[in-house]
């Protein structure tokens, strides 16, 4: 009886701004779907579910070492869900980077392996480019600022050197085999990967960081200066004769949705990192260009489905501190109406995931796999940070998973 009264207050519209509270039978009995992995505030990773009731230890050698300190950062899922890859940090003397890949079977602990192992090294990004092979991307301590692009191969026990450059962020193409990576803040370039052939495609880029392939590999996105002003502009693969789809000044974040019906893009008076400004929605399809929020954003990511887009407004920023308040948000893309979901301050590691959420696109998964809920990493008074899921509707207040400070939802 109860379960049937919490359906009928659901499917009825509150008020605006108020919350039911959490049902407590409803994390015993709800479907999962899906797998979180949660870094932990002790460095440690922790797998759990959307009901935050299952925690298991995937590792518990972070912390204090007999020369420095080990944590684990920026875990990334395979496609398939069945793996994760995650950056282990040694800071000793010398600091090291492995990348880990952890397969997680029915059986306890999960296997671990070293895919990867670097000197003087800072981790960036982890990105698989399918079920067998994973992206690395990490920051040079030795000449600070410059970034380090790698494809590393497990199974044939591989590492391959792509590119450096001061920045270099990237975008890949599964369905060509084909990696666009933006370097040094100037020239966009093309690999193919089977042959290890670069083509460089333009000298004059604009202030935006990582380009975008369309999900069917049919078109690439990407900006260019244009005279005093930009332009964002829009090729196709084969031939990559372009066309803009606007002019802006300043800088430009941009993403496409999982169906490539629409783009979504952040457009910043400012050239400096990151960007913030109004919120746009382009419509492939209709040639249209629609303000979702002339109010200040951050990122955004989109849902699974393509039908959804969950944004962060920045309402307040402390520039001492460096601490900020933002606004969850998710957007109904047919629609296009926002609703809140909760306002928080975010933990750093998260913030680091937002501030440059278009190279992250491919890799942190913030939605669950039937995008019902989203993951947010908070700030609480105590001064510890914590893992919720909110509900999209917004009608639900938000539920803690667990403690941690970053967290991403398998793919599946």
């Excluded at 899906?34 to 922790?46: A, P, Q, S, T």
């Excluded at 792509?162 to 990576?181: H, I």
């Excluded at 693969?237 to 606007?246: F, G």
Aim: hydrophobic share 45%; glycine share 8%.
């Amino acid at each position: 009886m109860f379960l049937v009264l919490m359906g009928v207050l659901v499917a009825c519209a509150p008020p605006p701004g108020f919350q039911l509270p959490d049902d407590p039978l409803a994390r015993i009995l709800g479907r999962r779907v899906g797998r979180v992995v949660i870094v932990g505030g002790d460095g440690n990773l922790y797998l759990t579910d959307q009901s935050g009731l299952r925690q298991r230890a995937l590792t518990e050698d972070a912390g204090p070492t007999a020369q420095g300190r080990r944590a684990y950062r920026l875990p990334a899922w395979s496609p398939d869900g069945r793996r994760l890859a995650v950056f282990e940090v040694l800071t000793e003397e010398v600091t090291t980077v492995r990348v880990i890949g952890l397969e997680l079977p029915s059986r306890w602990p999960p296997i671990r392996q070293v895919w990867g192992e670097w000197k003087e090294e800072e981790p960036v990004l982890l990105s698989w480019l399918n079920a067998q092979a994973l992206i690395a991307l990490s920051r040079q301590g030795s000449r600070p600022g410059l970034y380090a692009l790698r494809v590393l191969d497990p199974g044939k026990g591989r590492e391959t050197l792509l590119a450096q450059g001061s920045p270099l962020f990237f975008s890949w193409n599964a369905a060509r085999g084909v990696l666009a990576w933006h370097r040094e803040g100037r020239y966009l370039e093309l690999h193919t990967l089977d042959r290890e052939e670069t083509q460089q495609h333009s000298d004059h880029t604009a202030a935006f960081n990582a380009p975008a392939w369309s999900p069917d590999g049919r078109w690439l996105i990407w900006a260019e200066r244009e005279g005093d002003a930009s332009a964002l502009r829009w090729a196709g693969a084969e031939d990559l004769s372009a066309r803009t789809i606007l002019t802006f000044t300043g800088g430009v974040a941009f993403s496409w949705s999982p169906t490539g019906r629409y783009l979504a893009l952040i457009t910043d008076p400012t050239t400096t990192l990151p960007r913030v400004g109004p919120l746009d929605l382009y419509d492939v399809e209709a040639d249209q260009l629609t303000r979702l929020d002339d109010q200040a954003n951050l990122a955004f990511f989109w849902s699974h489905d393509g039908r959804k887009l969950l944004a962060f407004r920045l309402l307040e920023a402390d520039p001492t501190s460096g601490q900020v308040l933002l606004q969850a948000r998710i957007y109904e893309v047919s629609g296009k109406t926002g609703r809140d979901l909760a306002a928080f301050v975010p933990s750093r590691s998260f913030l680091e995931v937002l501030a440059f959420f278009d190279v992250f696109q491919s890799s942190a998964f913030l939605w669950s796999p039937d995008d019902r809920f989203v993951l947010i990493a908070a700030m609480e008074p105590e001064g510890e940070a914590g893992i919720y899921a909110l509900h999209v509707s917004g009608w639900l207040e938000p539920r803690r998973l667990g403690d941690g400070v970053l967290a991403f939802w398998s793919p599946r």
